[in-house]
């Protein structure tokens, strides 16, 4: 059985894995423009391509702010801030944009939960036991 430690981890390095390549893969090197068509739709084509890459960047800087361990809890709350907020707007502005349409809120809020248990759950009970 996996410990509850290594768990954490894991997982920690799994959320930052999900935001280095859709920042590096999907945004920074544009390997899949529909996300430079969600972007567009949303907040501007004319400025599509600079948007998708400054988003992209941060979600790199989302990753490194995961590995780092700074300031968890306002991490992870922010995560879900982010990925709620998103997945709102996509669902409700360019469903038709998305891998899964409308389907693609239930993933969102599957990743949220697990934002969610690894740092309320897992990570409290590590903490409690330091």
Do not use: D
């Not at 799994?14 to 567009?40: S, T, Y």
Request: hydrophobic letters at 55%; a positive charge; one cysteine or more.
């Amino acid at each position: 059985m996996i410990s509850k430690s290594r768990a954490h981890k894991m997982f920690n390095y799994l959320i930052a894995l999900v935001w280095l390549a859709n920042g590096l893969f999907c945004k920074v090197l544009n390997l899949v423009p529909r996300h430079e068509q969600v972007v567009g739709r949303i907040l501007s084509h004319q400025y599509s391509g600079e948007l998708i890459f400054i988003i992209g960047i941060l979600e790199i800087g989302m990753a490194i702010w995961i590995i780092g361990r700074i300031k968890t809890k306002l991490n992870a709350i922010t995560q879900i801030v982010i990925v709620m907020t998103m997945n709102i707007l996509e669902f409700l502005l360019v469903p038709e944009l998305l891998l899964w349409g409308k389907a693609n809120i239930l993933f969102a809020m599957l990743f949220v939960i697990l934002i969610y248990y690894n740092e309320f759950v897992l990570g409290k009970k590590l903490n409690q036991q330091n």
